[in-house]
């Protein structure tokens, strides 16, 4: 039973275009909805959350939105540079579990010059 | 040096061999978990620790057990290793991100781990 899905295994765009990654999710019960990035030989690394009373977060380039009657939250890049490929991970927790995460299986992301 | 150190960086180990993994951390966090990645699965909780006197299996622990014997160190090990546990395996610490937002984690490395 995955709780949390990503779709799309890869996702490729051109330098100074937007990025956008999608999660999905099947339980209402999360609260907190986190994005990680991995690049390869390293371990992921925390970018962005938001918490599920909220619809949107902001931090630079990234943006997060939230869309709970959908269960559906994405990941806007923008601009995107060479530097943002990697392997995307969305995750999510409910209060009630302390701080386990479930993430999905995760995007590449290539960003092309 | 790293928040979260994980040793060994690579190994490759034969089925049926009792295996140990390590992870230690200076963020001086109380939670520790291990989790593995497989492609087109993602990231999979094994186990996880709250304390150094609480210990909680995962969504995939058959298989695996683990000791945290200190704060700073929790180690993760494979009693008699198969080939289905081939993966990459992460220790990660975790801490608040303030009041309303949940936790952020810190990973180590990795350890990436074949059984042949």
């Known amino acids: 039973d995955q709780q949390v899905k990503q779709n799309s295994p890869s996702l490729s765009v051109q330098e100074g275009r937007i990025s956008i990654l999608n999660c999905d999710y099947t339980n209402s019960m999360f609260d907190y909805f986190l994005w990680y990035k991995k690049y390869p030989a390293e371990g992921p690394t925390f970018l962005i959350s938001i918490s599920s009373i909220k619809d949107k977060n902001e931090d630079g380039r990234f943006t997060v939105f939230l869309n709970k009657s959908a269960k559906h939250l994405s990941l806007h890049i923008v601009p995107s540079q060479p530097g943002d490929s990697a392997v995307y991970f969305c995750a999510a927790s409910p209060e009630t579990s302390g701080s386990r995460l479930t993430f999905g299986e995760g995007t590449q992301l290539t960003v092309n010059p | 040096d790293a928040d979260v150190t994980q040793t060994p960086r690579n190994r490759i180990t034969k089925t049926g061999k009792r295996i140990m993994l390590e992870c230690s951390q200076t963020?001086?966090?109380?939670?520790m978990y291990w989790y593995r990645q497989d492609p087109g699965l993602g990231l999979r909780l094994i186990y996880y620790s709250f304390d150094v006197k609480d210990i909680n299996k995962g969504e995939i622990s058959d298989g695996y057990s683990v000791s945290r014997q200190a704060q700073a160190k929790f180690s993760l090990s494979l009693e008699s290793a198969i080939p289905n546990q081939t993966a990459l395996y992460f220790c990660?610490?975790?801490?608040?991100?303030?009041?309303?937002?949940?936790?952020?984690?810190?990973f180590g490395s990795g350890t990436r781990l074949t059984v042949v």
């Open positions: 963020k001086g966090h109380d939670r």
């Open positions: 990660a610490t975790s801490d608040s991100l303030g009041q309303g937002k949940g936790y952020g984690y810190t």
